[in-house]
């Protein structure tokens, strides 16, 4: 592992949204903090800054985590993935899309961490119920929809990949 410097300074190498990057930071950078204000991501928020809303989620080497308790150093060599991240140029991921078609973003300020949730569920779970959904999200608070409308988006995409899947299956 990289050392920090006498003066608390550290030499970050990460992978973020496939690009790599490398700065000099002080050791006791948050990650959330990194992102934000070093790489100006500013689609991973702050809220509660002490991993109980969500609102910061973003994918380290593919788990997802609360950026507001990882130290920028923690994620030396890592490869992340924020919010902007997910979509391919302007083509939205299937969740993303269905966030909107539910009408499931108010304020906004809940939602990327909302959709890295959801995804993180439907990556291991491509097809969950609303019970499964539920879980998924219960480390995200949002204030303003009641969360029905981001369960529908969810389960709407599930429900597709398993039309889509069982469609394939009809064709063999």
Do not use: W
Not at 19 to 47: A, M, N, Q, S, Y
Not at 118 to 147: H, S, V
């Amino acid at each position: 592992m990289n050392s920090s410097d006498s003066n608390g300074l550290f030499d970050l190498s990460v992978t973020v949204n496939g690009t790599p990057v490398k700065r000099t930071v002080p050791t006791h950078l948050r990650l959330l903090d990194f992102l934000r204000d070093e790489l100006r991501l500013t689609g991973t928020k702050e809220v509660c800054g002490e991993g109980e809303c969500g609102a910061c989620s973003v994918f380290l080497d593919g788990k997802l985590v609360n950026s507001c308790l990882i130290l920028a150093v923690e994620a030396h060599n890592a490869e992340i993935t924020t919010i902007e991240g997910l979509a391919t140029g302007k083509k939205l991921t299937r969740l993303q899309q269905a966030f909107i078609d539910h009408h499931s973003v108010q304020c906004g300020y809940c939602i990327p961490g909302m959709v890295l949730a959801g995804e993180n569920l439907l990556r291991g779970n491509p097809q969950p119920d609303r019970d499964a959904i539920r879980a998924a999200l219960a480390g995200n608070i949002c204030r303003c929809t009641g969360y029905q409308k981001i369960i529908d988006a969810v389960e709407t995409v599930g429900k597709n990949q398993s039309q889509h899947t069982k469609s394939i299956e009809d064709n063999r």
